[in-house]
Structures are given as structure tokens and as C-alpha cells.
């Protein structure tokens, strides 16, 4: 099973600031295969990026994906009020399907 | 538009079962895998189940071998998920999500069905 983990487990910031969340894997998963969502208190999460840099539909630019292999980088260029929730990135290159443990973003 | 609708919240006992189900619209259901991913309270995403477009293959996470059961309805564009032997860490949300292909990402996700496991 691929295990990936978040860092931080928690980002404190303003809007307007960048926000660079981390996503580290514990075998090699090709960045075909990584996605990062985004789930906010009572929702459910919502799909920003796959393929490891692609947006999804509908997703604003300020959200961008970027990485290899272990490595992961999901950056927001400036924070907007809407942006603050929890981050997830997951790997669906092999079975089981797995998610990291998930970053908060909370105002500062 | 495309969105998945499910059941709703259901109380339960230990021991008994639960059956969620998550109705599909808006697309064509029947070349799309499914998935389905739960989250206890404050917890993370734990992946469950996919299930292939035709219906015939399935892979269910090891550790709920035995006891979680997914099928889909082409017809009624629906899936189902039960789960048998429910004990109270079973008690979380219970969410269907669309894969875009086997090796794909979850594109679209049903609104999420509370399940309490509780004596």
C-alpha cells in the first residue's frame, strides 16, 4: 500500500498569502496518478487537480499542482476567504486507492 | 446536470447491516467506474471499493474483505454499498464517487450519507 503524507498538518495564514501544502509518497507513484482535493466542514470533497498539474473543470488558476515522484506540491498563488478548508492529495495509480492524512488551512 | 445523489442517514445497532445507495444522473452511468470512500468524524478519507462499469470486477479495501458488499443497477444508474457486522468505528460518512477511469480520479462525488453505529 502507498502511504502518502501531508505536510504540514496544519498552515496558518492570510488571505492574499501563498499557501504551499506537501504530499510525500512511500513508493514510487508516477505523477500520472496524483490528485489533490479540496472539502470544506459538511461537504464533500471536490477535485482541483489530477494528473498531478492539470486542473479540473471549473477550478481557478490561482490552484496549482506540480511535482514528481515522491514528491508532491499543491501551491494556492493567494489565498481568497473561499480557500480555507482542508486539502487532500491522493494517489489512484494502484490498489487500495489511498489519501494523505489532509493539510487545514486556517486564517490567520 | 452530472451529480450523484444518495440515500440518506441511517442509525444502527452493532452487529446489524446497512445498505447506502447513490443514484447517478446527468451522464452516461454505465461506462464510468464508481467508487465508494467513508470518513469518520474529524477523520481523513479511507478508501473502500470500486466497482468496474459492467458490474463484474470489484476490489474491496483488505481490511473490509468479508464484510462490505458493492454492486451497481445499470437500469436505474444507481450503486449500492452494504456493509455487514457493524461495530461502532464503522460509524462515518459514507460518500460514492465517480472515477474517470480505472486508474482515474474522483470527478464527482455523491453528498455524503451519515452512518451511526450505536447500541
Known amino acids: 500500500e502507498i502511504v502518502l503524507t501531508q505536510s504540514p498538518g496544519t498552515l496558518c495564514l492570510s488571505p492574499g498569502e501563498r499557501a504551499t501544502l506537501s504530499c510525500r509518497a512511500s513508493q514510487s507513484v508516477s505523477s500520472t496518478y496524483i490528485a489533490w482535493y479540496q472539502q470544506k466542514p459538511g461537504q464533500a470533497p471536490r477535485l482541483l487537480i489530477y494528473?498531478?498539474?492539470s486542473r479540473a473543470t471549473g477550478i481557478p488558476g490561482r490552484f496549482s499542482g506540480s511535482g514528481s515522484g515522491p514528491d508532491f506540491t499543491l501551491t494556492i498563488s493567494r489565498l481568497e476567504p473561499e480557500d480555507f478548508a482542508v486539502y487532500y492529495c491522493?494517489?489512484?495509480?494502484?490498489?487500495?486507492?489511498?489519501f494523505g492524512q489532509g493539510t487545514k488551512v486556517e486564517i490567520k | 446536470q452530472v451529480q450523484l445523489v444518495q440515500s440518506g442517514a441511517e442509525v444502527k445497532k452493532p452487529g446489524a447491516s446497512v445498505k447506502v445507495s447513490c443514484k447517478a444522473s446527468g451522464y452516461t452511468f454505465s461506462i464510468y467506474y464508481m467508487h465508494w470512500v467513508r470518513q469518520a468524524p474529524g477523520q481523513g478519507l479511507e478508501w473502500m471499493a470500486i466497482?468496474?462499469?459492467?458490474?463484474?470486477?470489484?476490489i474491496y479495501a483488505q481490511k473490509l474483505q468479508g464484510r462490505v458488499t458493492m454492486t451497481r443497477d445499470t437500469p436505474t444508474s444507481t450503486v449500492y454499498m452494504e456493509l455487514s457486522s457493524l461495530r461502532s468505528e464503522d460509524t462515518a460518512v459514507y460518500y460514492c464517487?465517480?472515477?474517470?477511469?480505472?486508474?482515474?480520479?474522483?470527478?464527482?462525488w455523491g453528498q455524503g450519507t451519515m452512518v451511526t453505529v450505536s447500541s
Open positions: 491522493q494517489q489512484y495509480g494502484s490498489s487500495p486507492w489511498t
Open positions: 464517487a465517480r472515477g474517470t477511469a480505472y486508474r482515474g480520479a474522483f470527478d464527482i
Open positions: 494528473g498531478a498539474s
Open positions: 466497482i468496474n462499469p459492467a458490474g463484474d470486477s470489484i
